[in-house]
């Protein structure tokens, strides 16, 4: 059996320490938000403001440590941090199915959530799977896998990978996420 196209995706755990988090929410708490198409119901976000959150703050070292770990996994170019955003979703909110295009790595760092927020699905890149007429379920064929995210959990994947919430509705009263694109690092 040969296996191709092996998406990797990180997720470290209690990414962030409670004073890292509760650091990084008043700093987003003075930022101004505003719609964004990439939700259903009542969500703001920094996104349509090009903001960039991360520069020049503690956090941001921190996760170009863990990028630099993730490239080589990926066997890509040492990336940096060029854009980060905060998306803040409230009670009856929904994250549509979306991707960041050619970002090589993508992070998604939780802040705010609890058993009631919607859950993180990523999409099979195969645009047809959802065609096949299956005997059975496997970690080949699988439509999406879903995550329960936890504070201070950060994921990094493959700008071009679709997540969202899978229309799952979030049902927690505030879901706070801070989100960000790379690029290749210049020397």
Not at 52 to 66: C, G, Q, R, S, Y
Not at 97 to 126: C, M, Q, V
Request: glycine share 4%; net charge neutral; with cysteine.
């Amino acid at each position: 059996m040969i296996t191709l196209f092996n998406v990797q995706i990180k997720l470290y755990e209690n990414f962030l320490n409670e004073n890292e988090i509760e650091n990084l929410l008043s700093i987003i708490k003075k930022n101004n938000h505003s719609n964004y198409g990439a939700f259903i119901g009542e969500a703001v976000s920094t996104y349509p403001l090009h903001t960039n959150i991360l520069k020049n703050i503690d956090v941001e070292k921190k996760l170009h440590d863990v990028m630099y770990e993730y490239s080589n996994i990926l066997g890509i170019e040492e990336q940096i941090i060029n854009f980060s955003w905060t998306n803040i979703q409230k009670e009856n909110s929904i994250l549509k199915r979306h991707s960041h295009g050619a970002s090589p790595i993508t992070g998604a760092l939780y802040l705010k959530t609890d058993e009631l927020s919607s859950n993180l699905y990523f999409y099979n890149p195969n645009p047809y799977i959802c065609l096949m007429n299956l005997k059975n379920n496997n970690k080949n064929n699988y439509e999406y896998v879903f995550f329960k995210p936890k504070i201070g959990d950060l994921f990094l994947f493959p700008g071009w990978l679709q997540h969202g919430s899978d229309y799952e509705i979030n049902n927690s009263k505030e879901r706070i996420v801070l989100s960000f694109n790379t690029r290749v690092k210049c020397n």
